[in-house]
T-cell receptor, first 113, second 114 residues
């Protein structure tokens, strides 16, 4: 059973508006979460992360929110740009698992001009 | 330029014909890993290596082998490929020493097994 789930396979947003990508997890041992962005024909690239001791982390237009009680995190992109169109993967890690990452299924974001 | 390289980028083969996908990184990372990406399933870990001569199974190791004889290289070996191994494969590397470390991914290898 998937321990990290992204229930929306795709999302379409107008340029300039907010994009919200969601991720749910089941393993309570996860305490570090990352978002990766993937363009076609390229490998995933790291975007932003958050530790479980925080509930929010911001980097420019990207903000990740973590709700530990709900085992839910979300990535907000404001304002969305056409260059943000990509597949976004949520990943989780546990302290005692070192580098090991468990990924969600991905959400394809399309930002329309 | 710091990078992870994979070869080949595309491969079409037939069932049972042994193949190797190479992976190399120039960042002196201790940790290396192989993933496969399938629609709706995200990236699933096949094997990983914490350092030279140290490898371990990930979530989906069946049908794959790896070796880590040098720090920079981590080849993925399919001794007898089958159609269910048709997938997009990514190699990744990262530093160790802390509990959480970002992984850097290669560009991917699209494998089709007929």
């Amino acid at each position: 059973d998937q321990q990290v789930k992204q229930n929306s396979p795709s999302l379409s947003v107008q340029e300039g508006r907010i994009s919200i990508l969601n991720c749910d997890y089941t393993n309570s041992m996860f305490d570090y979460f990352l978002w990766y962005k993937k363009y076609p024909a390229e490998g995933p690239t790291f975007l932003i992360s958050i530790s479980s001791i925080k509930d929010k982390n911001e980097d420019g237009r990207f903000t990740v929110f973590l709700n530990k009680s709900a085992k839910h995190l979300s990535l907000h992109i404001v304002p969305s740009q056409p260059g943000d169109s990509a597949v976004y993967f949520c990943a989780a890690s546990a302290y005692n698992a070192g580098n090991m990452l468990t990924f969600g299924g991905g959400t394809r974001l399309m930002v329309k001009p | 330029e710091a990078q992870v390289t994979q070869n080949p980028r595309y491969l079409i083969t037939v069932t049972g014909k042994k193949l190797t996908v190479t992976c190399s990184q120039n960042m002196n990372h201790e940790y290396m890993s192989w993933y496969r990406q399938d629609p709706g399933l995200g990236l699933r870990q096949i094997y990983y290596s914490m350092n030279v001569e140290v490898t371990d199974k990930g979530d989906v190791p069946e049908g794959y082998k790896v070796s880590r004889k040098e720090k920079r290289n981590f080849p993925l070996i399919l001794e007898s490929p089958s159609p269910n191994q048709t997938s997009l494969y990514f190699c990744a590397s990262g530093p160790t020493g802390g509990p959480y470390n970002e992984q850097f991914f290669g560009p991917g290898t699209r494998l089709t097994v007929l």
